[in-house]
């Protein structure tokens, strides 16, 4: 095809790429797809996700992989960096017709070596449980589609249970359903048992006999993803209509929200802590929440499109003892019993595996106080050699690392540093740091051109936007306290009078949810709903959704293209990322060897 | 079409109906899909559409025939259908447009960009001609520049121009208006990529020198264009035609760039009006095919919250996540012909009251 040296094939495809860490490197010998390939003509839509179980077999492979393409869906032996994979004999496939698998999840508990629980979610709803090893298994849920119809965009177990697990749906609904108990032969009854701002919670009204156990009805929009907490004691969900809303699971409390630069949240993760929360979404951004402050603490800017997934790297993120104490106490929090810098297998296994029994006991006590995450979580590590820190690194003794993947097709690496969890909401940045944001996607940026002296108007750019924050015409009405503005909305919000009622209807009409066929049907439900034109514009300049030059922007540490189709998942592992695109092939990166790779 | 129009009613349901809408579809008259696609996304576009039907309330019909009068005639005749659904022939309209302009006087495709241009500096120049005519006593300066009309409070932005000369240092800057924004597309990107590429800096050097007015003489600069008064309707042209020199023609680019239903700006200038504004997209003008010449276009709105697909006289209730067909082809296979969003319409939320 004569075009075809256009676009696309312009920009290499990286093998490598450094950080100040060293080299990661593609395993080519470590590249699992369908066994057979055929061209990609890209025409199916449906993410390609990765889920991993350690089966603890004793061997030196003991994981185990699973990912979905197309209507079919595989698992694998993991080998890791070091063997060869054999496409030829996954451990389970399937093929599915009329319905494509979307997501997926291991049960981590429920293990050995000749069995494993894996649920499946797919496109017209339907949940299904199989053991892809044994093959013994195998439960469908929602098979009549009575209790939802749309796609499911995320599954889950639940960390602290063993037999439950909540599924959400694009009609911007969720479900807990028991996997021992039934789903009917008839829709399910409900009733209300719990509402807050921009959400509401029902129960069946048969629930102890048949799924699902509770249904959450969630903002306006698919609900796109949802993760628990590393003590599984907190849910984070984000949605189309572009919020983060966090959860206390056990008693259902609404404690945080943000809002997105603008449109829908595609992605979400916590910090291995349980300190922050990373976002990706329609705004080409990554976005960080700090969950203690309710705020967001930073933007990344990076990517040239929408953000497919986010995900913390446990073992390359650093929390130091000299500092943490500093950072932690104004929150009241006492880290003890932690591990020393340095040590990396102890701390990073803690990292995989939360601490259930601890947490167990929590999630059935309704009405905790507000519970500090467990920070034996927190992974040390030092694989890198100190002489390519930079010295700002140094002195600051916390860093979290992140990635993030695109269907820009390119993976970017962030580092999350004490310099800008520190710094203080709405003061203006350097306009060094907020030009290269701005500048960033253009090779030739002209940082220099924005401090003149000048005598024209008001075209220095410095002067600007030094101006900027004060003489902004909006400024005054937003920048206040965040927590008040959050609240006072959410107060008003939850004593709507009967009369405010018709208002309320017709504005939602005309804000009509994404997902309106669906929603249709649960009209009632969705009148209750915060309305997205009042959230998103009210919560604009506030600490939920700051604008621009209210929070500084980050710039990836690494931004790389990787593959000729657009990436739809990143994992970390103690060896290697993992990496998926919409074609099915799923790549490994090796970590660098350490320490001596460093200095490069 | 009867079973067409009747299925679309019951689709919706005749309780969820929105009272005084009509979804009405165009029959094409021999290619004139690009103007019936760029039409059913003004109607879409809510403060065009009262505009054009408060003009069609004000003259009344003793007024020459003009392109405006036809289009007022078109929309009023749609808003003012007993049926709910249904379909209407732009015969009026389409021959006025044959009349006035060579160009699309014949029954060859048309690129829907240039007919959107084309209508709305048209009824721009209408609307100041008859203000004149209409001011000639009370206005004795002529030289200002006119007012605006409703097109421009609608559709107009302004840009800034902003050079820095690399010799001396100084930056000079200068305003322009826009009623639209033509961005470059590249593969897997998003529409606000796109955006921040159009205000991507460039440096003027050899034969592109700039004359800076300080150092009177040429020199080597930078120049970037950002967005100083975000528009009221924010109209975005994908540059899906690039000329090929080698082939002596244009082809299609299909590139795969994902526009999200809300959007704010990043290549705002630092002294903009209204950086803050927050856009809803309201309508999507289709190219699907291969070049510009030939295929067909379609459009895409948002109407009551939920979407439509207007094919000329065909009218089909979509879902919000079908949008997705929409975004162009990722990879290099299909890469000359597509379904892909060729211009976007994106209206102020502040707005939509």
Request: hydrophobic share 30%; net charge neutral; with cysteine.
């Amino acid at each position: 095809m004569a075009a075809q040296s256009e676009g696309g094939g312009k920009d290499d495809i990286k093998t490598h790429f450094v950080t100040r860490e060293g080299s990661y490197k593609l395993m080519t010998h470590s590249e699992y797809s369908k066994p057979s390939r055929v061209a990609f003509n890209g025409q199916t839509n449906t993410p390609v996700k990765v889920s991993f179980v350690d089966v603890n077999d004793g061997t030196a492979s003991p994981d185990r992989l699973c990912f979905n393409v197309g209507r079919e869906l595989y698992v694998y032996v993991y080998k890791g960096v070091h063997k060869a994979v054999d496409l030829t004999k996954p451990i389970d496939k399937r093929i599915y017709k009329g319905t494509l698998p979307t997501c997926h999840d291991f049960n981590q508990h429920y293990f050995s070596p000749e069995s494993v629980l894996l649920l499946v979610g797919f496109t017209a709803g339907q949940v299904q449980l199989i053991d892809p090893i044994k093959k013994e298994i195998s439960k469908l849920y929602n098979e009549e589609r009575l209790i939802d119809k749309t796609k499911v965009t995320c599954i889950k177990w639940i960390p602290s249970s063993l037999n439950q697990f909540l599924v959400s749906h694009s009609s911007g609904q969720m479900y807990l359903y028991n996997e021992e108990l039934p789903c009917g032969q008839t829709p399910p009854n409900y009733q209300p048992f719990k509402q807050g701002d921009g959400f509401s919670v029902y129960t069946c009204k048969t629930k102890s006999t048949r799924n699902p156990m509770y249904r959450w009805v969630i903002g306006q929009g698919a609900i796109n993803e949802f993760a628990f907490s590393p003590c599984s004691k907190y849910l984070a969900v984000v949605s189309q209509d572009g919020h983060l809303r966090v959860f206390q699971y056990s008693t259902m409390d609404l404690l945080g929200t943000m809002k997105s630069f603008f449109g829908g949240l595609l992605c979400v993760n916590w910090s291995p802590d349980g300190k922050y929360i990373v976002t990706g979404g329609e705004d080409d951004l990554v976005t960080v929440w700090s969950f203690h402050e309710k705020r967001v603490v930073c933007r990344g800017h990076g990517h040239r499109s929408w953000v497919n997934m986010v995900a913390f790297d446990p073992y390359t993120s650093i929390v130091c003892d000299e500092t943490v104490s500093d950072v932690l106490g104004p929150d009241g929090e006492v880290l003890s019993g932690r591990t020393a810098p340095g040590v990396l297998t102890d701390g990073s296994n803690h990292i995989s595996k939360p601490d259930l029994t601890g947490c167990s006991q929590d999630y059935t006590a309704n009405n905790l106080p507000q519970q500090q995450p467990n920070g034996r979580h927190v992974s040390t590590s030092n694989h890198y050699s100190p002489s390519t820190l930079e010295t700002s690194t140094t002195l600051n003794c916390i860093s979290y690392r992140f990635g993030s993947v695109g269907q820009d097709t390119e993976l970017c690496l962030w580092d999350l540093t004490e310099d800008i969890l520190k710094q203080p909401y709405g003061k203006s940045r350097t306009s060094s740091v907020g030009l290269a944001g701005i500048n960033s996607s253009s090779s030739q940026s002209l940082p220099r051109s924005n401090s003149l002296p000048s005598s024209q108007k008001s075209n220095s750019v410095a002067s600007v936007v030094a101006n900027d924050v004060s003489s902004n015409a909006y400024a005054d009405g937003h920048a206040h306290p965040i927590q008040n503005a959050v609240m006072n909305a959410s107060s008003k919000f939850a004593t709507l009078s009967v009369s405010d009622r018709k208002d309320e209807k017709k504005e939602h009409k005309r804000n009509f949810s994404l997902a309106a066929r669906n929603s249709e049907k649960s009209s009632v439900v969705k009148s209750n709903n915060v309305r997205p034109v009042d959230s998103a514009m009210k919560l604009y300049g506030t600490q939920a959704c700051p604008r621009l030059d209210q929070v500084p922007i980050l710039e990836p540490l690494v931004c790389k293209k990787v593959s000729h189709e657009r990436l739809t998942s990143i994992s970390f592992r103690n060896e290697c990322i993992v990496t998926a695109c919409q074609e099915g092939i799923i790549l490994t990166w090796a970590r660098p060897e350490k320490p001596r790779d460093g200095a490069e | 079409m009867g079973a067409n129009a009747s299925q679309l009613e019951k689709e919706i349901g005749s309780e969820q109906f929105p009272s005084n809408e009509h979804y009405f579809g165009l029959v094409n008259f021999g290619n004139t899909c690009y103007c019936n696609s760029v039409l059913q996304a003004l109607y879409f576009c809510r403060p065009f559409r009262e505009k054009v039907l408060q003009y069609k309330h004000q003259v009344k019909s003793l007024k020459k025939e003009t392109l405006l009068t036809c289009l007022a005639d078109l929309f009023y005749s749609v808003a003012t259908q007993k049926k709910k659904v249904g379909t209407l022939a732009p015969k009026k309209f389409i021959t006025r447009l044959r009349k006035e302009n060579e160009l699309f006087d014949n029954y060859m495709q048309q690129d829907a960009h240039e007919f959107l241009n084309y209508l709305l500096n048209t009824v721009a120049d209408l609307l100041t001609a008859e203000k004149k005519g209409s001011q000639k006593t009370a206005d004795t300066n002529c030289n200002l520049k006119p007012d605006p009309t409703w097109v421009h409070e609608i559709f107009q932005g302004t840009l800034t121009n902003e050079t820095r000369c690399l010799n001396c240092e100084t930056v000079s800057s200068k305003d322009e208006d826009f009623l639209d924004l033509s961005v470059d597309v590249e593969q897997n990107t998003s529409i606000t990529h796109c955006l921040r590429g159009f205000s991507n800096t460039e440096t003027l050097c050899s034969e592109h020198k700039y004359y800076c007015e300080v150092c009177c003489s040429k020199q080597e600069a930078q120049k970037r264009m950002r967005v100083k008064k975000l528009p009221q309707i924010l109209a975005l042209h994908l540059k899906r035609f690039k000329y090929m020199e080698h082939l002596n023609r244009y082809i299609k680019v299909s590139y795969r760039v994902v526009f999200p239903l809300e959007l704010r700006l990043f290549n705002t200038s630092d002294d903009a009006f209204n950086p803050e504004r927050l856009y809803d997209l309201v309508a999507v003008v289709v190219h699907c095919g291969s070049g510009p010449n030939r295929g067909h276009y379609i459009s895409i709105v948002k109407s009551h919250g939920f979407w439509l697909l207007f094919d000329d006289d065909i009218v089909d209730k979509i879902d919000a996540s079908q949008i997705e067909e929409f975004y162009g082809v990722p990879s290099d296979m299909h890469k000359t012909s597509s379904e892909s969003g060729y211009i976007l319409f994106y209206q102020s939320r502040d707005e939509m009251k």
